[in-house]
């Protein structure tokens, strides 16, 4: 627990998984309700998120992996840092750094090592 309401702070082999997302990682903190947090911070070796979401009108299934992952649930959207890759529909892209809000299907990238994107035809 935290000194502030509502912040809640886990460590050690951390998952949660809920109708439509997963999350794991080393190290956790979320904000707001438990059963019903508005943001998930995660870190690890790395951490993994994976999301179902609709995005322009088809079901797809959003996965990712950096060594710091924020996903707020109000915006729907995941920040990564840290040899951050994010891939969906078969397409995979690693940076530094990668933002993506999920639905109005918006990325950017970015990190000393710039961007690598794989798509497949």
Request: charged share 20%; net charge negative.
């Amino acid at each position: 627990m935290d000194e502030l309401p509502d912040i809640i702070h886990f460590t050690g082999g951390f998952e949660l998984q809920a109708k439509d997302w997963y999350l794991s990682s080393e190290q956790a903190t979320l904000y707001g309700k438990l059963d019903d947090p508005e943001t998930v911070e995660i870190t690890g070796t790395p951490a993994q998120i994976l999301v179902n979401a609709q995005i322009r009108g088809r079901y797809s299934i959003v996965n990712g992996e950096a060594m710091r992952i924020v996903y707020e649930r109000s915006t729907n959207s995941i920040r990564m840092e840290g040899n951050a890759s994010l891939s969906r529909d078969g397409h995979t892209m690693h940076g530094g750094a990668i933002e993506y809000d999920i639905g109005n299907d918006l990325l950017s990238a970015g990190g000393d090592g710039g961007v690598h994107i794989k798509v497949m035809p």
